[in-house]
């Protein structure tokens, strides 16, 4: 017990045998900040991207808080997707084993896609613990099949995609229907500004904990690869004779192209997974599954996949289409390189990507240029010194036709003899500048 840092939070004896049995040895970052607070009782933002260990960041301290001599809902926990709900309930019954409180502690998982019926019927005895999406739980307190209003603690996790899918309204009248001061634990990777009025309404003083995650880990490395007139099929399945992935993420910017992408790749002979936000629950489920049970080396998928749900051991991240935020990059390519993993990101790009190359480069993400020939990877010039080259070029070519003489008099074939000797001009003025340099 004596290795085990996690016994420097107040934590009771039979939740430090969990923790061991999870085989946790060391908080991260955000534990460390976010657990005395959470046990103490006081509401928090974390913010911090995934993989950083945030969902025991939570998870540990409301454990250690359940009352076994009420049967009621204690504590709510919100997820944006059912599959990140899943995931979490996951880990919420791996606790409850662990402490060998199987008979004491009790959790249910609401979520669409299963029977509403039989779940009303399950909750006439409250669980202690809630975790669900927003929708789902809202229709069951709708339905007086539920009560939060008992619950000491809620927490809304992966917030800003909660925002973007639209489910921060059902978010609201869930917290309408809880104690005012209810605790509140929020985490997302970024604040937007539209968070922050939702925040203020709710949010009495509470701890902010930003943990700067390095922008990407020491272990990834960033390989840009130009399109060149191709398809992101093409060029794809060129990369795919030259790696080994354990698990690849194709990431596409939406849904049709998602959709095209896989089958065009399919046709090429290749087994790819496919999963968006288009595909019923059924099929997300099964897709999961068998992702899970190592049926795909090559899953295509929406951003969905970088925040929505956790897909382990993936080793290679491709971007088919670089996405248009600098965030959404950070997201994708988060899902690689976890726990010590190595990872490989390599992204697909043409001249309309270079401003969020820059932006990326700036904030210290180190990229390289590769062309794939003859089955091999070749390191190739970085686009801005390409542009470097060409801002020289066409410098000397206005340079160029300023020293050419012009004719008053407009002779057959002048247009020809102009440009010959602008030409002649430019290779001395290029020639010249060399030499300087």
């Known amino acids: 017990m004596e290795n085990n840092h996690f016994s420097m939070f107040a934590f009771h004896p039979v939740l430090l045998e969990a923790v061991e ?3 946790f040895y060391q908080p991260t970052e955000i534990q460390r900040q976010v657990i005395p607070a959470a046990l103490n009782g006081k509401s928090v933002i974390g913010q911090s991207h995934t993989g950083s260990g945030k969902t025991h960041a939570y998870l540990l301290p409301l454990f250690n808080q359940i009352d076994v001599n009420k049967r009621e809902v204690q504590f709510v926990i919100t997820a944006p997707t059912r599959e990140l709900a899943m995931q979490i309930h996951e880990e919420v019954k791996k606790i409850i084993h662990y402490a060998d409180k199987d008979n004491q502690w009790f959790a249910k ?18 669980p202690h613990i809630v975790v669900g999406t927003p929708g789902r739980i809202l229709d069951l307190v709708k339905e007086d099949a539920i009560s939060l209003y008992s619950a000491k603690s809620f927490v809304i996790d992966e917030a800003d995609l909660m925002l ?39 949010l009495k003083n509470p701890l ?26 093409e060029v794809i399945f060129d990369i795919t004779k030259t790696i080994q992935p354990y698990l690849a993420i194709i990431f596409t910017n939406g849904k049709e192209l998602a959709n095209e992408l896989a089958a065009s790749l399919q046709q090429k002979g290749l087994d790819v997974g496919l999963i968006h936000g288009g595909l019923t629950p059924r099929e997300r489920k099964r897709m999961l599954k068998d992702i899970q049970n190592l049926r795909y080396q090559y899953i295509v998928a929406t951003d969905l ?3 929505g749900i956790d897909i382990k051991g993936v080793s290679h991240v491709i971007n088919a289409q670089l996405p248009k935020e600098e965030d959404f990059y950070i997201h994708r390519v988060g899902r ?22 820059e932006k990326l480069e700036r904030k210290g993400l180190a990229f390289t240029f590769y062309t794939i020939k003859n089955g091999e990877w070749q390191e190739v010039k970085a686009w801005n010194e390409r542009n ?50």
């Open 336 to 357: 690689t390189a976890r726990a010590g993993m190595e990872g490989t990101a390599i992204s697909l790009y043409d001249e309309q990507d270079l401003k969020l190359i």
């Open 109 to 126: 998982l609401l979520v669409g896609g299963t029977d509403k019926q039989k779940m009303m019927e399950k909750l006439k005895q409250p």
């Open 388 to 437: 470097l080259r060409t801002k020289t070029e066409t410098n000397a070519e206005k340079e160029a036709w300023k020293k050419v003489r012009k004719t008053k008099k407009v002779k057959p074939g002048y247009k020809k003899k102009m440009k010959k000797q602008q030409e002649q001009i430019k290779r001395q003025l290029t020639k010249d500048t060399k030499r300087r340099k």
């Open 164 to 202: 973007d899918l639209g489910f921060i309204h059902d978010v609201d009248q869930l917290l309408v229907r809880c104690k005012q001061d209810i605790q509140l634990l929020v985490f997302s990777a970024t604040i937007p500004q539209r968070l922050e009025h939702f925040f203020k309404k709710y």
């Open 305 to 307: 996949a970088s925040r």
């Open 208 to 233: 902010h904990v930003k943990i700067d995650d390095k922008l990407s880990p020491e272990t990834m490395e960033h390989r840009l690869i130009p399109l060149k007139h191709r398809t992101a099929a």
């Open 21 to 23: 049995r999870l085989q």
